[in-house]
């Protein structure tokens, strides 16, 4: 029998400008987004990259949201992200194009 769990899947971070994995579901483990933010803390647009990849580097079939830019003080909710599902040894990556810029939170439900 499947035990489906709310959960804090990322976050709150702060994303880096370099391509990283920030959750990936442990095995036996499926992962469900429902809600995906960026919040751009800082006094300057910036932009975002996010996607879901099967391990490595996000590559252009993997990313999902693309240099997309986020003005000053803005928080985007991801529609791009919303509902994606990550089976066992995928990985969610992001990164922002300023340091400490964009605060990240991931929500959805697990899958047991």
């Known amino acids: 029998m499947t ?18 994995s920030l959750y990936s579901p442990l095995t036996p483990v499926a992962a469900q987004i429902g809600r995906a ?7 300057s647009a910036t932009t975002i990259t996010a996607g879901i990849t099967s391990g490595g580097a996000l590559g252009a079939s993997t990313t999902m949201i693309s240099a997309r830019t986020i003005a000053p003080g803005e928080t985007y909710v991801s529609p791009e992200l919303a509902g994606a599902v990550l089976p066992s040894g995928s990985q969610l990556h992001a990164n922002a194009g300023a340091a400490a810029s964009v ?4 929500s959805g439900i697990l899958f047991q």
Request: hydrophobic residues 45%.
């Open 103 to 106: 605060t990240f939170t991931v």
């Open 3 to 20: 035990t489906i769990t709310p959960a804090q899947l990322v976050g709150p971070v702060q994303l880096g400008t370099a391509d990283a």
């Open 37 to 43: 933010v960026f919040t751009n803390t800082s006094a």
